[in-house]
Each structure stands twice: as structure tokens, then as C-alpha cells.
């Protein structure tokens, strides 16, 4: 009888004509938890879903420090990364709770968590990655079924375990045919909606560096870690051309999809070099975010023309869309094509990836392929996702 009970669990989430269902990330910023709550019905392509609500829990510093900190090789102990995984996961059960307790809710009311976890570690070429955060203890603390290492399944089928979000946008954006979505992140990423809507023409690849290198100089030149929102710093700066043609060198922004990369290629590293550079050639620290920013947008709009079929439109989500500086810089790049964010399509910019791991959790448990191959680069499509039984 007790070898029957995960069947049972899973099926009687299975046979609810709608489930209520956590979608839980953590972004390459490390700055935020963002939770957002929906209804489901069905599954894959006859999914239909609802928002219930969303709301963002920011990292206290100490734990984005943590976190920021593993991402650099001689702070990566075993103890290190395994206490960085238990708290994590902790502050996601605290913040369920009080995002729970506003709603008038409670565990017993939801079926299913879908939790990414934080990265602090890709290596795409290696075929790597590692994501902080326990299932297993979410769902022993939260009651509730967690599915959780969305990655790893891709990356056993050949892939490199990113980028995941095409399914989603597939599902949301199907009628909008030469629709751009662009994310821009602590890494820049897209989905292009094919005008054949069919899922095997999707592409989605990363582009490049988003705020990661316009945040961590803007820590490293005036001690703060609060970025450049409004464009508040590169504002007062201007474009060094030789200093962005040194930047546009990077060979990642060669490389044809499917691609992703993350802070190994674009961050500490990398920066020190950028700011070596912007030495030699006296560059005011404002100067040099400025020209960060504008990296960010050539990066963006040079993909465009080298790798996507004609565009249409373009619907922005993610941090760096809070960058007016950024935003014009890549009106301009892209005109006379127009730019919207994914708001203006009904769907809100800041719960659009914790919105994935909702579906992609509701689609597992009735063992839909998810993956996108043309995408990761695997050899075929696969559910994603690992399940943690709640009781």
C-alpha cells in the first residue's frame, strides 16, 4: 500500500480541474525572491492558467553577499555552498509563508511548488550547472509537493539545462508571430515566436551581458550595490567608442545558437579587464558605466540582425527595462521597430520567470516534454523538473 502513495499524491494533484500552484525563482541579480501564484487547467498546449498574484521578497544583504560570493572560485567551499543552499531555501519557506498569510491563505491550499533555486555556477560548454536550494526540505517545511533541479534533465539529454523559458512564451505569446520577448537580467536572453507558431521553430539564446557588469562596476567604483536603476549613474557619463569596440571583441557575441552563458563569461572577470582598459584611456568611472550600458544594447540589437528572421515587435521584461539611459539607448539601436514591455501584453514583466517553474512544474507531473532542443541544444525534448512528495 505505502509503494502506492506517491502515484496517489501526484494523481490526485493531476485530477484537480484547477490547481493552485507556487512558481518560485531567484534571478542571476541575486537580489530578489519573486513568487507568483496561479490557477492551472490542463496541461501543455491546452494549458490555461490565471494570476492569483505575485509579489517580489528582497535579499537581505547578507545573503545576496553569500550568494555573490560563491560565484567566484576561492570562496566556493563544500560548507560554503551547502549553508548558501540551506538558507536560501529557508528564506524562500519564510517568504512563501508571508506571501501565503497576505492572501488569506494557507499551505493546505496549494497544490504544487514550482522552486528554481538560485544559480551560482553555469559553464554551458562543460555541459554544467548548480542551482542553490533544497526540495526536499521546502516540501518537508511546507507540507506541499516541490518540484524542483529543472536542469539537469536537459543537460543528461545532451543540452546545456538553458534557456527554459521558450516553453513558456510559446504558451503566452503563440499570436504574436515575429515577436521578440527580451529579458534583460543580470544576462540578456530572448525568445522569437516563429510565424509558423509551431514549438520546433522557436529560437531563444542569450544574448549576452545584461546588468551584471553595469552593477558589479558600479559596486566595485562607488561602493554600492543598488545598480543603475533609472540610469542614475550612466546618465552622467558618455560612450568611449574604444573602449566598446574592446567590448564587442568578446567572443561569445560571435557564437551562433543555441548559446547561454552567465557570469563566468560576463563578470569579475571579465570587468577587471574593462577596467583596466578604461585606465589606459582615462576614463571618468561615469564614462565607463555609460559605455557598460551601451555594450548591453549593441549586444542586443547586433543579435537581432546575425541570428533572428524578421522581427515584428519587441516586448521587453526584466531589471534592466527599469534603466531609462538603457532604454533609449536601444530604441535607438532598434528603430523603427516598437518597443513594449510583456505588461502591455497582459502578462507581468516581473512574474514572467517565476511563472515558468509554475508551469513547468504543473506540466511534469503529467509528464509533458518541456524542454525546447533547437534551444539547449539537446537531442530531444524531455520533461523537466524532479519531484519532492509533499504529505
Same mark, same amino acid.
Given at each position: *500500500? ?48 490565471? +494570476? ?14 553569500? #550568494? ?36 488569506? !491563505? ?11 533555486? &538560485? ?10 550547472? +548548480? &542551482? ?13 509537493? =516541490? =518540484?524542483?533541479? +529543472? ?8 543540452? *546545456? ?16 508571430? $515575429?515577436?521578440?520577448?527580451?529579458? #534583460?537580467?543580470?544576462?540578456? /536572453? ?16 542569450? /544574448? $549576452? ?27 552622467? $557619463?558618455? =560612450? ?6 574592446? !567590448? ?11 548559446? %547561454? ?18 585606465? /589606459?584611456? &582615462? ?29 515584428? !515587435?519587441?516586448? $521587453? ?16 539601436? #532598434? ?6 514591455? %510583456? ?5 507581468? @514583466?516581473? @512574474? ?9 512544474? /504543473? ?16 537531442? *530531444? ?11
Amino acid at each position: *500500500m505505502e509503494s502506492r502513495v506517491p502515484d496517489i499524491i501526484l494523481e490526485n494533484i493531476r485530477n484537480k480541474y484547477k490547481r493552485l500552484i507556487c512558481g518560485v525563482n531567484s534571478g542571476t541579480s541575486a537580489d530578489s525572491t519573486d513568487i507568483v501564484l496561479v490557477k492551472a487547467n490542463n496541461f501543455g498546449e491546452n494549458l490555461s492558467f490565471e +494570476f492569483v498574484s505575485f509579489r517580489s521578497f528582497p535579499h537581505p544583504q547578507p545573503l545576496r553577499r553569500q #550568494i555573490l560570493s560563491l560565484l567566484y572560485p576561492a570562496k566556493r567551499s563544500i560548507r560554503a555552498v551547502v549553508l548558501a543552499s540551506y538558507n536560501i531555501t529557508e528564506f524562500t519557506f519564510k517568504s512563501l509563508s508571508s506571501f501565503l498569510k497576505t492572501l488569506n !491563505m494557507n499551505f493546505k491550499d496549494i497544490d504544487l511548488i514550482g522552486f528554481h533555486g &538560485q544559480t551560482v555556477y553555469h559553464q554551458a560548454n562543460q555541459r554544467l550547472t +548548480f &542551482q542553490l536550494g533544497e526540495g526536499d526540505i521546502l516540501a518537508q517545511k511546507t507540507g506541499i509537493t =516541490v =518540484v524542483w533541479g +529543472f536542469r539537469q534533465r536537459d543537460i543528461g539529454a545532451g543540452g *546545456m539545462g538553458a534557456p527554459l523559458i521558450p516553453y513558456l512564451d510559446l504558451l503566452l505569446f503563440k499570436n504574436y508571430p $515575429g515577436l521578440v520577448i527580451q529579458n #534583460i537580467g543580470g544576462i540578456s /536572453n530572448l525568445t522569437y515566436i516563429p510565424t509558423s507558431g509551431r514549438k520546433e521553430d522557436v529560437l531563444a539564446f542569450d /544574448n $549576452g551581458p545584461g546588468n551584471t557588469l553595469i552593477d558589479l562596476a558600479i559596486e566595485r567604483l562607488f561602493g554600492v550595490i543598488e545598480g543603475d536603476r533609472n540610469g542614475r549613474y550612466s546618465k552622467k $557619463g558618455v =560612450v568611449s567608442r574604444a573602449l566598446l569596440e574592446y !567590448m564587442l571583441e568578446h567572443p561569445y557575441l560571435d557564437k551562433k545558437p543555441p548559446k %547561454t552563458t552567465g557570469r563566468e563569461e560576463f563578470g569579475k572577470v571579465f570587468l577587471e579587464k574593462i577596467i583596466k582598459k578604461s585606465l /589606459n584611456l &582615462q576614463l571618468s568611472s561615469y564614462d565607463l558605466i555609460r559605455t557598460l550600458v551601451e555594450f548591453t544594447t549593441c549586444s542586443i540589437a547586433d543579435s537581432y540582425r546575425r541570428f533572428l528572421p524578421e522581427v515584428t !515587435m519587441i516586448a $521587453g521584461s526584466g531589471g534592466g527595462f527599469y534603466n531609462q539611459t538603457l532604454v533609449s539607448s536601444l530604441k535607438e539601436k #532598434i528603430h523603427p521597430l516598437k518597443l513594449i514591455t %510583456t505588461d502591455e501584453l497582459g502578462v507581468p @514583466a516581473k @512574474a514572467r520567470e517565476s511563472l515558468l517553474f509554475a508551469v513547468l512544474a /504543473n506540466d511534469l507531473i503529467a509528464g509533458i516534454p518541456t524542454s525546447i532542443p533547437q534551444a539547449t541544444g539537446a537531442k *530531444m525534448p524531455v520533461p523537466l523538473g524532479r519531484i519532492s512528495l509533499g504529505f
